[in-house]
T-cell receptor, first 114, second 115 residues
Framework: EPEVTQTPSHQVTQMGQEVILRCVPI?????FYWYRQILGQKVEFLVS????????KSEIFDDQFSVERPDGSNFTLKIRSTKLEDSAMYFC????????????FGQGTRLTVV | AQSVTQLGSHVSVSEGALVLLRCNYS??????LFWYVQYPNQGLQLLLK??????LVKGINGFEAEFKKSETSFHLTKPSAHMSDAAEYFC?????????????FGKGTTLSVSS
């Protein structure tokens, strides 16, 4: 069964450093997403990406964040100048097309900012 | 704007008892609704979904949910809880009229199952 793959599974970074979280969506999917889950809290939408551009973003997704699909397979989330409050589980999801009606989620990357 | 409210952040049941996890949604259009489960230190797994058609939908692991438009609800049930059902459950909604629009999640309900 196809799956969304995220790497690394866990990343520890120093405050102020830049991190890149990587995702390989399901190959024939068209819509890609990043979500964030701070420990003990709900899953929050960050950004969606379609046709090589951001289609929707939440208020959380400020200038500190950026997304890219550099090579047609990987989908990355870059966090510049990380803060302690960026510590969370980050989930990537992909969705083939709307009528397929469900998003597939990766296993997540746990980001710890120290 | 769409939103989801999950009543009860924590539900505890005994093994073999009925599981009922509540979800109410707010949407200006007929929504698509989903339940996802998250086991400890794992990702989100789809349990079931409602899009169109039959309002009672069956999912994996014996769970089912009923879409009730008049009550704006999509409660998740399972007749008999197993220890393995202990997890975090998230209800989510999306607008089918906007292609690719994001899922909006509720705050989640932690299900504990005791023997």
């Amino acid at each position: 069964e196809p799956e969304v793959t995220q790497t690394p599974s866990h990343q520890v970074t120093q405050m102020g450093q830049e991190v890149i979280l990587r995702c390989v969506p399901i190959s024939n999917h068209l819509y890609f997403y990043w979500y964030r889950q701070i420990l003990g809290q709900k899953v929050e939408f960050l950004v969606s990406f379609y046709n090589n551009e951001i289609s929707e973003k939440s208020e959380i997704f400020d200038d500190q964040f950026s997304v890219e699909r550099p090579d047609g397979s990987n989908f990355t989330l870059k966090i510049r100048s990380t803060k302690l409050e960026d510590s969370a589980m980050y989930f990537c999801a992909s969705w083939r097309q709307f009528l397929n009606t469900e998003a597939f989620f990766g296993q997540g990357t746990r980001l710890t900012v120290v | 704007a769409q939103s989801v409210t999950q009543l009860g952040s924590h539900v505890s049941v005994s093994e073999g008892a009925l599981v009922l996890l509540r979800c109410n949604y707010s949407s200006s259009v007929p929504p698509y609704l989903f339940w996802y489960v998250q086991y400890p230190n794992q990702g989100l797994q789809l349990l079931l979904k409602y899009t169109t058609g039959a309002t009672l939908v069956k999912g994996i692991n014996g769970f089912e949910a009923e879409f009730k438009k008049s009550e704006t609800s999509f409660h998740l049930t399972k007749p008999s809880a197993h220890m393995s059902d202990a997890a975090e459950y998230f209800c989510a909604v999306t607008d089918p009229g906007r292609a690719g629009t994001a899922l909006i999640f509720g705050k989640g309900t932690t299900l504990s199952v005791s023997s």
